[in-house]
């Protein structure tokens, strides 16, 4: 079986990220608009969904140090370049209504178009696939599985906060939106 060295793993993950934070960076900044409502209980999920990566990705020095298989480069390697493609698509669809927080804006729309009209939540499901990657290039058995739980309960409550804030603004209009569109996971109601 081929591997590769150590340092091709760092790499692997460091670009990863790399490529994926640079929406946070560059195009977050022009566009913010302040929140007119927040519900701050997205933020629990928020926590949940971290410590999924923190376990996934908190690993010893010795799995930092092995040989990786190639088989799990190229799948890592392709989720998270089709991780990265959908949160930038989701950032620049979004606008100037993209924040950490669930919360509207005064003049709030519901965006169906780019990767919204796949999933009505493509960034949740660019982090799954984020957190898949780093699966396959860094994790390890019990803590994966374990991880990937956490990030999927912590989800969860985030997709049931924010659609509770637009089903709140779009009442019917969401939920027909909602009944044609899965939530993160392309095929998944």
């Known amino acids: 079986m081929s591997t590769l060295g150590p340092e091709i793993r760092l790499l692997l993950v460091l670009v990863a990220w790399g490529a994926w934070f640079l929406a946070l960076v ?44 190639v088989w799990r480069a190229i799948a890592g390697t392709l989720l998270a370049i089709i991780a990265i493609l959908l949160f930038w698509n989701a950032v620049v669809s979004l606008g100037r209504q993209w924040r950490f927080d669930a919360g509207l804006n005064k003049d709030h729309e519901l965006v169906q178009r780019g990767v919204y009209s796949i999933v009505r939540h493509p960034i949740y499901a660019s982090m799954f696939a984020m957190l898949l990657a780093d699966v396959l290039l860094i994790g390890t058995l019990p803590g994966w599985p374990i991880g990937v739980v956490l990030f999927i309960v912590g989800t969860e409550i985030r997709v049931r906060v924010e659609d509770g804030l637009l089903y709140e603004r779009f009442g019917e209009r969401f939920l027909e939106w909602q009944k044609s569109r899965p939530a993160y996971l392309p095929f998944v109601r």
């Open 26 to 69: 560059g195009l977050r900044k022009s566009r913010r608009e302040p929140a007119v409502r927040i519900d701050s209980r997205a933020r629990w999920g928020l926590v949940l969904q971290m410590a999924g990566y923190a376990v996934v990705c908190s690993q010893s020095p010795r799995v930092w140090a092995s040989e990786l298989e």
